[in-house]
């Protein structure tokens, strides 16, 4: 009776193992046949990507510190993220991790460093490209914005803290933000992951489950967890192939200082307004083409070209290079008159305004 017992135990048990191996729980069955589809597609994801990741070292200078009777100039050490998108070297990364850098290095996969030259950085989309000299180096692949979805999945490629190569996860949160650079400008059509970000991810890509990237890390909330900004892949060629071809972006400008202020409402009404704001005219630039054009300090500007102006956001959307030269219409409010005034936009220089 025992060794009948014994038997139909070892049965038992052969039947359940081989129950668990149909089930791909038995330990004979190879790791990727039990990975789920969301890990395969991370890893698949991440493996196409990661050779065109590299970490970037820069000098920056700092304020110079006094020393006797001379001053020392001093210079400190950041890093950030990048990836490779040309075979010949150029790189795509943050303008704020490379702007005005007195050198750069750049680490690739396989621990080669390179120095690298900056190509030209434009501070309004926070965007850069620099390029190293290097063999074998492994372009990414560029997605398409219009492609993405709310809701599908996407991993941050970067090098947060020095710890190079490491790989988040996460959903597209929303599309078509606006977040502000460090130029004061508004960046549009930007992507909200909640893939973490961290400092030294900046200018790492953002990348879709087929390993395309689809934008470029720039930015995090600090206080909040999970809220997270790429620029737009398509915005990152248009200003990538400027500054391929430039070494910058041109935009318009008509060299004025303004604010955002309300309308009284007798005049929205008077004039039947499509706005209720518009941007108070403070001062101009020297020579500026919109105080030869005969605008005056006090000046309220609510439109420009046909299009309504709210505010200073508007107007710089409105100011692109197609404008440069050309003479264009601004419509003013002065005390309680509306007028037509006609200005040419300039060709915009760094740290110009409106």
Same mark, same amino acid.
């Given at each position: 009776m025992m060794q009948e017992l014994e038997l139909l135990s070892d049965e038992q048990s052969e039947s359940q193992n081989a129950q668990r191996d149909r089930e791909g729980l038995g330990h004979s069955q190879p790791d990727e046949e039990v990975l789920d589809a969301y890990s395969r597609a991370v890893i698949t994801a991440a493996e196409r990507v990661s050779p065109s990741v590299v970490y970037i070292e820069v000098e920056q200078p700092v304020s110079s510190r006094r020393r006797g009777p001379a001053r020392v100039p001093r210079e400190t050490r950041g890093s950030g993220s990048g990836f490779i998108f040309t075979p010949d070297g150029f790189i795509l990364t943050n303008s704020h991790v490379v702007h005005n850098a007195r050198g750069?290095?750049?680490?690739?996969?396989?621990?080669h460093k390179y120095r690298a030259e900056l190509i030209g950085d434009d501070p309004d989309t926070d965007l850069a490209v620099i390029r190293i000299n290097a063999p074998n180096l492994v372009p990414a692949h560029l997605g398409d914005a219009q492609q993405i979805r709310v809701g599908q999945l996407v991993l941050a490629i970067g090098n947060p803290y020095g710890f190079q190569y490491s790989v988040?996860?996460?959903?597209? !949160?929303?599309?078509?933000?606006?977040?502000? !650079?460090?130029s004061g400008r508004l960046m549009d059509a930007v992507i909200q992951t909640d893939a973490a970000l961290n400092p030294g991810n900046s200018g790492g890509p953002l990348v879709n489950s087929r390993g395309e990237v689809i934008g470029v890390n720039t930015a995090m909330i600090l206080p909040a967890q999970g809220i997270c900004f790429a620029t737009s892949i398509d915005t990152a060629k248009f200003v990538a192939s400027r500054l391929i071809r430039d070494g910058r972006v041109s935009r318009s400008y008509i060299g004025l200082a303004g604010q955002n202020v309300p309308l009284p409402r007798r005049i929205v009404r008077y004039y039947d307004l499509p706005v209720e704001s518009g941007i108070l005219v403070v001062s101009f630039e020297e020579s500026s083409p919109a105080r030869k054009g005969g605008v005056r300090e006090g000046d309220i500007i609510v439109g420009f070209d046909e299009h309504p102006t709210h505010g200073i956001d508007d107007l710089h959307k409105l100011l692109t290079e197609e404008r440069i030269g050309h003479e264009s219409s601004l419509t003013v409010i002065r005390g309680t008159q509306k007028l037509k005034l006609r200005v040419i936009p300039a060709e915009s220089r760094d740290g110009a305004g409106n």
């Open positions: 750069i290095e750049v680490t690739v996969l396989d621990g988040t996860a996460g959903v597209v !949160s929303a599309l078509g933000r606006s977040l502000r !650079s460090q």
